[in-house]
């Protein structure tokens, strides 16, 4: 029996989160700070964790995601950020990469990325 496995976009940093912020149609929704995101995103992988899920960090990185969207014609907003992640762990879990563009790296410790 396999684990069930779930998606979360990731930010890697202060800067990155809002060069992300800063273009997304739901800013308002989004944490103030990196540190304030992160300490949620940590908190729901914990309790997905908890309830036996693998959580795959999908990396939320631009030109990639707003290329992304523009194909989809998505906003960049939550249904988009959560979409992204949904697909990249399907194109991870089947060896294709976390953002479609085939740069799948060695499985992380831990089953995060």
């Keep these: 029996m396999s684990t069930a496995c779930v998606g ?11 060069q992300i912020k800063g ?16 300490k949620g995103a940590e908190a729901a992988e914990g309790e997905l964790k ?7 960090r999908i990396p939320l990185m631009l030109p990639r995601f707003a290329e992304w969207c523009r194909e989809k014609k998505l906003k960049m907003n939550g249904e ?28 992380p410790a831990g089953g995060t990325m």
């Design 80 to 107: 988009a950020r959560t979409r992204f992640a949904a697909e990249g762990v399907q194109k991870f879990t089947t060896g294709l990469g976390p953002s479609g563009g085939g740069s799948v790296g060695k499985k």
């Design 50 to 56: 908890k309830k036996g899920l693998l959580v795959i």
């Design 8 to 18: 979360m976009a990731w930010y890697s940093d202060e800067g990155h989160y809002q």
């Design 23 to 38: 273009m997304a149609a739901d800013a308002e929704v989004l944490s103030e700070t990196f540190q304030q995101w992160l």
